[in-house]
């Protein structure tokens, strides 16, 4: 029986590593066409052997939080010199989510282990792990609710303290569910922009009701990439640049980032 789960689980990774790797565009995966693109620009380079789940930028902080048991990791890259500031790895098998800083604190998600992660701004170290159901995607942080994701079209608000949900939303364009929402971004706009799991684009969201005001298709930025040491993954990880318009996309395994404004 065992050998049997062993080949049914490889067989599954195989399926999942196909579609991946072979993203959609909006129209392909049930949605229309996008309104908006990328204008890259500034091309940064990105760590190859990262699993990017969550990005985010706080101060002259980079935040990076990446996935899968034994590559899970949170750092803290200062802006400027590019030195690695802090570090935290989360021990296998726990699988690392999206990341988001609210209220002087890191929270980082795990997939299916169950429970979030509160970590200290300053060294990352854990100080305490909060449970919730389902699964854990991605997360950002509005100034009063913490908001994350699930894979489905649902955005679940959630207390920023205590991390219990009071209420949900649910992606809508043209009164079509938007599935597989990813890391998300709360953006000085009002907005919550979501990457769209095994695509090129983004999802600009009313975090009021849940629809969708904009898809973004940022397909060039995969155009752009050299090839890389490890296969390249899907578009995963975006930040905005404080006090601007502009944002860092990268994605799973990806060697480069990449500043970008969302353009028309």
């Known amino acids: 029986m065992t050998g049997c789960r062993n080949l049914v ?18 129209a392909s995966s049930g949605v229309s066409a996008a309104d908006m693109h990328v204008e890259i620009l500034r091309t940064l380079d990105h760590d190859p052997n990262a699993f990017t789940q969550g990005l985010e930028i706080d101060g002259n902080d980079l935040l990076e939080g990446t996935g899968r048991p034994g590559e899970s990791w949170i750092q803290a890259t200062d802006l400027d010199s590019g030195i690695v500031r802090a570090r ?52 950002c942080a509005l100034p009063d609710a913490l908001v994350t994701s699930d894979g489905s079209p649902t955005l679940t608000f959630r207390d920023p303290v205590t991390f ?47 629809r969708v005001t904009a898809l973004i298709d940022a397909s060039a930025l995969r155009a752009a990439l050299p090839p890389g040491p490890r296969p390249i993954d899907v578009l995963n990880g975006i930040a905005q640049i404080p006090g601007t318009d502009r944002f860092l996309l990268t994605g799973k395994y990806w060697p480069r980032m990449y500043e970008v404004r969302f353009v028309s």
């Open 9 to 26: 689980a490889a067989l599954l990774t195989m399926v999942w590593v196909a579609t991946a790797c072979a993203p959609q565009s909006p």
């Open 164 to 210: 219990e949900p009071f209420r949900t939303v649910e992606a809508m364009r043209n009164g079509i569910p938007l599935t597989n929402l990813n890391e998300l971004e709360c953006a000085e706009d009002g907005s919550i922009y979501a990457n769209v799991w095994t695509t090129d684009t983004v999802a600009r969201l009313d975090p009021a009701d849940g």
């Open 88 to 139: 935290a790895d989360l021990p296998p098998p726990l699988f690392g989510e999206g990341i988001t800083v609210s209220d002087g604190v890191v929270w980082q998600l795990t997939w299916r282990d169950g429970f979030a992660i509160v970590r200290d701004r300053a060294t990352l170290a854990e100080q305490r792990r909060v449970p919730f159901d389902g699964e854990g995607w991605g997360i």
